[in-house]
């Protein structure tokens, strides 16, 4: 799954709020603002976020 971002939903956690109940999973913060390529995967369900302006 892929899913865009923008800077006001910093900060970044996997499950999101939207997310299905079938994919949850402990909450991990994605500290995706520090990554060179705007890009961050969550280590558990492999969710793919790119952070947008």
């Given at each position: ?8 939903d910093l ?33 558990y369900c ?8």
């Amino acid at each position: 799954m892929h899913v865009t971002v923008s800077r006001a939903d910093l900060p970044l956690f996997c499950p999101s709020k939207q997310s299905s109940l079938w994919c949850a999973h402990p909450k991990v913060y994605l500290p995706i603002e520090e990554a060179e390529n705007g890009e961050a995967r969550c280590p558990y369900c492999g969710t793919v976020y790119q952070l947008v302006d």
